[in-house]
């Protein structure tokens, strides 16, 4: 096992004198947090529970932002520059993108009259 040794304010420090026992556990639990924003999420949800019509699930997209930070992670990652933290954004955003294209495909016979 390795040591760290950190600056911390003595707020801080006296907070943490409290979990010390749980330091290692805080510490592995901050680092598993979602590599896409809450935001994000919070985006697609709000649109599913929405109960949107057919029309609106086949113009459905991602923000201007999301677009442009899919494009920044897309590119590099055909020049091998992903970092293991920006590879797990993308793959969220992949598995986001999947669940929209379902819905899209669902929605896809009402489009076409055929329901």
Request: net charge negative.
């Amino acid at each position: 096992m390795t040591a760290i040794t950190i600056e911390v304010t003595d707020e801080l420090s006296e907070r943490l004198s409290y979990e010390k026992a749980r330091l290692p556990e805080l510490l592995s639990q901050s680092l598993r947090q979602p590599p896409l924003s809450a935001q994000t999420y919070r985006y697609v949800l709000r649109f599913l529970a929405s109960e949107p019509t057919p029309e609106q699930i086949a113009t459905f997209g991602p923000t201007p932002e999301m677009a442009e930070r899919v494009r920044t992670l897309l590119a590099k990652e055909r020049t091998n520059q992903l970092t293991p933290t920006e590879q797990a954004e993308l793959d969220d955003y992949e598995d986001i993108e999947h669940l929209v294209v379902m819905a899209k495909a669902g929605a896809l016979p009402y489009l076409n009259g055929a329901q």
